[in-house]
């Protein structure tokens, strides 16, 4: 028995370094500025707003194309069957 | 294509290409800088998508409850354009919210209930497509909810803690950035009268083609 409690002793004083270490790191007090952000980090404006403008341009003249090729085929299929009915 | 809808479209066409000129000559905002430019886009997108929502909300009211079978034009086309123009305002909104709040998207009320109506409308679109018989008038049902949600998106950025900024912002802003903001809201405008003008058009005519093709059948 009192091996026992000697062994768990030891193996206690043992765990103790272990322990401590799995601790987390206390915070810093303070929110700690970075002096440089890291490249790949930074998105120059000028991607995001050619992105942007490019975007609504692109989803504009596709519409009004597809827009424009619907109206067209409608016309023509509107024209073949009242020529039909005719 | 009327007459009108040639000069809209012409309008809007060269107001659009003359809007990076219009838009570069604006001074730079103090903190966001550059980037702070697709503002002159997102914003005239982000109205036209609301004014959409509304003019599909109001006349699928009027088709569900008065069955004028016109407004269902006017409000398919409407449909369509709220997408167009919603499909705008949330690519243009999460490339610039990227370098002015470091992310290109968070879940405030602002961003989801756009998202969603923007969905709503998506699947408006679907259901007239796909949904067969009575869709129509399914649809007309999801298209009141989609503008019931209208005031919720205006309202949400002042009752809501967000990143997105207030309604307060518009009419604080100096003339220089001021008048290229309306310019491309106009050119906008503009564009969403010629194509809505437009869309309705197809409708009514493929409304023409099917009666036509009825007859042809019955006869």
């Known amino acids: 028995m009192r091996f026992c409690r000697a062994l768990l002793c030891v193996v206690a004083l043992l765990a103790v370094p272990g322990v401590v270490a799995a601790q987390p790191q206390p915070s810093p007090d303070e929110f700690v500025p970075v002096t440089e952000v890291p490249p790949e980090e930074q998105i120059p404006a000028i991607n995001l707003i050619g992105a942007a403008y490019g975007f609504v341009w692109i989803v504009v003249v596709g519409y009004v194309w597809s827009l424009g090729r619907r109206m067209q085929k409608a016309e023509a299929d509107l024209a073949a069957l009242e020529r039909k009915a005719r | 294509?009327?007459?009108?809808?040639?000069?809209?479209?012409?309008?809007?066409?060269?107001?659009?290409?003359?809007?990076?000129?219009?838009?570069?000559?604006?001074?730079?905002?103090?903190?966001?800088?550059?980037?702070?430019?697709?503002?002159?886009?997102?914003?005239?997108?982000?109205?036209?998508?609301?004014?959409?929502?509304?003019?599909?909300?109001?006349?699928?009211?009027?088709?569900?409850?008065?069955?004028?079978?016109?407004?269902?034009?006017?409000?398919?086309?409407?449909?369509?354009?709220?997408?167009?123009?919603?499909?705008?305002?949330?690519?243009?909104?999460?490339?610039?919210?990227?370098?002015?709040?470091?992310?290109?998207?968070?879940?405030?009320?602002?961003?989801?209930?756009?998202?969603?109506?923007?969905?709503?409308?998506?699947?408006?679109?679907?259901?007239?497509?796909?949904?067969?018989?009575?869709?129509?008038?399914?649809?007309?049902?999801?298209?009141?909810?989609?503008?019931?949600?209208?005031?919720?998106?205006f309202v949400s950025v002042n009752v809501w803690r967000t990143l997105h900024p207030q309604t307060s912002v518009i009419p604080t802003l100096p003339v220089s950035m001021g008048r290229p903001l309306w310019f491309c809201f106009t050119a906008m405008f503009l564009l969403f009268l010629a194509l809505l003008s437009l869309r309705a058009r197809l409708e009514r005519q493929r409304g023409r083609i099917e009666e036509l093709y009825l007859a042809e059948d019955e006869a």
């Open chain 2, 1 to 153: 294509m009327t007459r009108l809808n040639q000069i809209e479209l012409a309008v809007a066409g060269t107001m659009l290409a003359a809007s990076p000129w219009v838009i570069y000559a604006a001074p730079h905002e103090a903190t966001m800088g550059l980037v702070y430019k697709i503002f002159f886009y997102h914003f005239p997108s982000a109205w036209i998508y609301l004014l959409g929502a509304i003019v599909a909300g109001v006349c699928s009211a009027v088709f569900l409850f008065g069955g004028n079978r016109n407004m269902d034009s006017w409000a398919l086309a409407a449909a369509e354009m709220t997408v167009l123009f919603g499909a705008m305002t949330l690519v243009t909104g999460p490339l610039w919210a990227r370098k002015a709040w470091g992310v290109f998207w968070v879940w405030d009320a602002r961003l989801t209930s756009s998202l969603i109506v923007w969905m709503v409308f998506v699947a408006y679109l679907i259901l007239r497509r796909f949904g067969g018989p009575g869709s129509d008038k399914l649809g007309a049902g999801m298209a009141l909810f989609g503008l019931a949600s209208v005031p919720f998106i």
